[in-house]
């Protein structure tokens, strides 16, 4: 499915890129995934939490934001002139399709 810069194909558990497969570990394809779930719309680190790492969540926010940093490094290697994940401090992040 089309999402701005990003195609999302759920059956392989699959995103792209503009084209480009991302090699994304699993629980950074769910943190991703919720975040294009979700356009324009902010998640809580609870609500990534949740969705990443279900009841096995024994982390916290920090998981979270270190996931998050090692998701956007990967994504500026394939589009260093887009930020195409933001913080919202206090309030969690969102990701521009």
Known sequence: TPR???????????I?????????TRREYLLLKTLLERPGRICSRELLL????GSDADSGDRTVDTHIKTLRAKLKALRPDLELISTHRGMGYSARP
Do not use: I, M
Request: hydrophobic fraction near 45%; charged fraction near 10%; proline fraction near 4%.
């Open 50 to 53: 949740d969705a990443a790492w």
């Open 16 to 24: 792209s890129l503009g084209g480009v497969a991302l090699n994304l």
């Open 4 to 14: 701005g810069h990003f195609t999302l194909d759920p059956t392989a558990q699959r």
